[in-house]
């Protein structure tokens, strides 16, 4: 779904899901255009060995995922003015993410509104891999 | 708490420009493999991929997704063939200061603010990277030495595109 007016808005509303499993056939994807290739990210000894029971996802590529919900819920009309984003556990390979966004202020100026929007991503366990928030700005 | 691991000697680089980068002219092919490959399996926004749809957008052509990345594999400033002082994401040895011995080094927090003026094939990005910060926390893996490190990007007109405060977390 493409927010189309910001007359539809409303504080509390929930941004569509976007879900993505931690595959070796997705990470590498995004190791190989950000070339990023840290062992633990791919080797259990190493994973293992700084304190992790799974190699786990790198941070660029769960902040790729913020920004993909937030662009997918807005359309090419809105734009992305801050995101922030702690990391609060691993995500782990073979674990499926959800990332999830809801509104919290909304902001309505002359031509465009500001939308806070409070982010997470949470593992299949519903353990809360990151927090977050972003503001965005869409034309009224 | 365990003596602390900041030294004098790193104390006087916080605010100092670390390392200035400048990208190689981006490439519609990078935007279109960086799209690809964040939005994986599915198919990434138009925008990002097909010229003829992005021309009819409000952006008059294909544009970059936000956080994506000019400055992998290889870059204009340093080039390759200038001996890497880091493996890392950052290094106090770019400065000529001895960091200290950690065994692992994890990005724990990010902060972006972006312009409205987004990436686009033929622009070249310049990166000015500055430590702005030092703090220690003891945590689940010990004495914990965090790191902000700011990265502001223009391009080659001079405009703001984005800057980042990444937190890491050395141990």
């Known amino acids: 779904m493409v927010i189309r007016n910001t007359q539809d808005l409303n504080i509390g509303d929930e941004l569509p899901t976007f879900i993505r499993k931690g595959t070796v056939e997705h990470w590498n994807r995004f190791a190989a255009v950000n070339d990023e290739f840290a062992p633990h990210h791919w080797d259990y000894d190493v994973a293992k060995n700084e304190g992790f029971d799974a190699p786990f996802a790198m941070a660029p590529l769960q902040m790729s995922f913020f920004n993909a919900l937030l662009r997918t819920w807005m359309g090419e009309q809105g734009r992305i003015i801050s995101l922030s984003a702690k990391l609060k556990s691993p995500f782990f390979k073979e674990q499926t993410l959800v990332v999830t966004g809801r509104v919290t202020e909304l902001q309505i100026l002359e031509t465009e509104t500001y939308i806070d929007i409070e982010l997470m991503q949470a593992d299949t366990d519903n353990k809360t891999v990151a927090i977050g928030t972003a503001q965005v700005a869409l034309a009224n | ?171």
């Open chain 2, 1 to 171: 708490m365990k003596d602390s691991l900041v030294t004098d000697d790193m104390q006087n680089i916080v605010g100092k420009v670390m390392r200035e980068s400048v990208s190689h002219p981006v490439s519609t092919s990078d935007i279109r493999k960086w799209a690809i490959s964040v939005y994986y399996p599915e198919e990434p926004p138009r925008l990002f991929w097909d010229e003829e749809y992005a021309a009819t957008t409000t952006h008059g052509g294909i544009v970059a997704p936000e956080e994506f990345n000019p400055f992998a594999w290889s870059t204009q400033k340093p080039s390759l063939d200038e001996p890497k002082v880091s493996g890392t994401a950052f290094s106090e040895r770019e400065l000529g200061i001895e960091p200290p011995k950690y065994k692992a080094i994890l990005l724990s927090e990010i902060r972006e603010n972006y312009s409205d003026v987004r990436i686009r094939p033929g622009d070249v990005i310049r990166a000015t990277h500055r430590i702005t910060n030092y703090f220690e926390r003891e945590g689940r893996m010990g004495h914990m030495l965090y790191t902000t490190l700011s990265n502001e990007w223009h391009n080659q007109s001079e405009q703001w595109i984005r800057t980042t405060e990444s937190v890491f977390i050395r141990y």
